[in-house]
């Protein structure tokens, strides 16, 4: 195994194999013991209908049943749409929520927020206009405004959906899906990801979608792997140890030591990490 790959595999905590079912009671024993010691109420989750929320939302509604019925009630798991206008993978929103069987949900369209965001952010002196990648992140920030929001009124705290395949690609939108309170998918690749949610019994038309992070009106539902230039099989691979081919491991690398800064707090002169 490459030096850099044992390192990575051991900061980002990946395991070559995993128990689905021991994994599945340890995430949800995780939420259950951070949300008791944070005095919350529970949880909220913008569920996008993608793969990784939806095992996050699962796991979510079970931790706060198991809460509910062992203290007696008072804990709640909000399941937050956050479209952007239509989306144009609806027709799943019911095959999702039939899975997770989320009590409660909450709907933000973002479309007129980020609208009168792009509005105010062209209309200055320095000629800057938002191109269409960067409202794609201002998107995903406002998702997060939105979930902190909700979880400020409600004293819940908000889940994030990062795992060891997003986070060794620095893959996600800084302080916007990036921010969150508490991470249960934490370690998992992709593929371990999937082998929970089967476990889970979800339908497979879920765990076989194809991620998307669908933050580009140029081309809706681009698949992550096109952005990437990578596949999620061989990232996983790198991840769980094992061999691939040089080009891979490369461009792992690179992106991995590139994308620090991402999995890090805001850098100090006291840090070490960044010199
Ligand atoms: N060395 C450094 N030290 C400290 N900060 C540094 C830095 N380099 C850049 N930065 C800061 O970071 C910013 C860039 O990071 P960021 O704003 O995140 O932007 P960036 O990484 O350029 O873009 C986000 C990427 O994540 C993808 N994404 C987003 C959301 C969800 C998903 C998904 O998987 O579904 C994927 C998205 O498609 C895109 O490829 C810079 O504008 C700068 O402010
Ligand atoms: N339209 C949306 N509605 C609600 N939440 C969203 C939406 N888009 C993104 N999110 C939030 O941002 C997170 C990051 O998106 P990401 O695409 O990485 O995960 P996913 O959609 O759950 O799974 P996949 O990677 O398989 O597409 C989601 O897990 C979800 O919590
Ligand atoms: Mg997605």
New binding site residues.
């Given amino acids: 195994m490459r030096p850099l790959q044992k390192e990575i595999m051991e900061a980002l905590n990946v395991k070559p194999s995993i128990n689905p079912k021991e994994e599945i009671r340890k995430r949800i024993d995780f939420l259950k013991q951070y949300v008791t010691k944070a005095h919350a109420k529970g949880f909220v ?4 209908l ?5 095992l996050a939302g699962k796991l979510a509604q079970l931790a706060i049943d198991e809460l509910n019925e062992e203290k007696g009630g008072g804990y709640r798991f909000i399941g ?4 952007h206008g239509e ?1 144009k993978d609806q027709e799943d929103e019911s095959l999702v929520l039939d899975f997770i069987q989320p009590k409660e949900l909450f709907t933000f369209n973002i479309e007129a927020t980020t609208t009168a965001f792009q509005n105010t952010f062209n209309d200055n002196s320095l000629g800057v206009t938002l191109s269409d990648f960067h409202k794609g992140n201002t998107k ?1 920030r406002l ?1 997060m405004v939105a979930q902190y929001a909700l979880a400020g009124e409600l004293n819940l705290l908000v889940i994030g ?1 990062d795992h060891a395949a ?1 986070a060794i690609t620095g893959f ?1 939108t800084k302080f916007g ?1 990036g921010a969150a309170d508490l991470l249960p998918l934490t370690g998992l690749s992709k593929r371990q990801g999937k082998a929970l949610l089967q476990e889970l019994n979800c339908p497979r038309r879920l765990y076989e ?1 194809a ?4 933050l580009l009106e140029d081309k809706p539902l681009q698949a ?1 792997e096109t952005e990437l230039g990578l596949t999620y099989s061989d990232i996983d691979d790198y991840l769980e140890g094992k061999e691939v081919s040089d080009t891979v491991a490369q461009k792992l690398e690179h992106r991995y030591l590139t994308t620090k800064h991402k999995r890090e707090l805001p850098a100090s002169m006291f840090d070490s990490w960044w010199a």
């Fill in positions: 989750l913008g569920l996008s993608g793969q990784d929320s939806t937050v749409r956050l479209p989306q995903a998702r959906t997003e996600f899906d979608k991620p998307t992070a669908d992550d």
